[in-house]
């Protein structure tokens, strides 16, 4: 595809099930970010890999959080038992160059 | 820790005018400065990019400044139209090695007036 893919566009959980959200970046882009965005925030950082090495993970909240990129493509964030707080917009973007990055337009989770 | 700040948090201005938005940050260490544009549900989108030995960047009817010594940057936009209707944030990249992460302030909400 031309862009940044992510599905499912929107998900709703139950506390405490476990949810997967995937993102599907620009073919050939090494670099893969996730960003947290709660309504109303600006965008805050989770994670990064560059191919399949997660370089910085500082941004993930808890431990409840895991991202993989096991191929140095598609990348899966992983939220086990989910909680209302975990609810936001996360935001996938990827990157040729470290410097212009390209983000898709996101999974909405809610948490009831 | 980096703090990214806009204001307004919402802006309103009639078609045709030009307008500013404001950017401030409390560490100007800073790699460089990007604004992003925001559509209702959609992700962002990169406007401008301003390297941290830049002044200014321009695109179209965009332009960005960087005073990275007084931690701000404006975004400037003329004529402005109803498709320049949406969130506006700036972000900013840290200069420490390894450091990739961009700080992103919690935006400008623009509404241009037909």
């Known amino acids: 595809g031309a862009g940044v893919s992510q599905s499912p566009r929107y998900k709703v959980a139950k506390r405490g099930q476990d949810v997967a959200l995937r993102c599907d970046p620009i073919?050939?882009?090494?670099?893969l970010f996730w960003y947290q965005q709660a309504l109303g925030q600006g965008p805050e950082f989770l994670t990064y890999?560059?191919?399949?090495?997660?370089?910085?993970k500082s941004g993930l909240p808890s431990d409840r959080f895991f991202a993989e990129r096991p191929e140095g493509s598609v990348s899966t964030l992983k939220i086990q038992r989910t909680q209302q707080e975990d609810s936001a917009v996360y935001l996938c973007?990827?990157?040729?160059?470290?410097?212009?990055?390209?983000f898709g337009s996101g999974t909405q989770l809610s948490v009831l | 820790k980096q703090e990214v700040t806009q204001i307004p948090a919402a802006l309103s201005v009639p078609e045709g005018e030009n307008l500013v938005l404001n950017c401030s940050f409390t560490?100007?260490?800073?790699?460089?400065l990007q604004w992003f544009r925001q559509d209702p549900g959609k992700g962002l989108t990169s406007l401008l990019l301003?390297?941290?030995?830049?002044r200014e960047q321009t695109s179209g009817r965009l332009n960005a400044s960087l005073d990275k010594s007084s931690g701000r940057s404006t975004l400037y936009i003329a004529a402005s139209q109803p498709g320049d209707s949406a969130t506006y944030l700036c972000?900013?990249?840290?200069?420490?090695?390894?450091?990739?992460?961009?700080?992103f302030g919690t935006g400008t909400r623009l509404t241009i007036i037909p």
């Open positions: 972000a900013v990249k840290q200069s420490n090695f390894g450091n990739e992460k961009l700080t």
């Open positions: 890999f560059q191919n399949e090495a997660q370089l910085d």
């Open positions: 301003i390297q941290s030995s830049q």
């Open positions: 073919s050939g882009h090494v670099s």
């Open positions: 973007a990827s990157s040729l160059a470290l410097e212009k990055l390209f």
């Open positions: 560490d100007s260490a800073i790699y460089n």
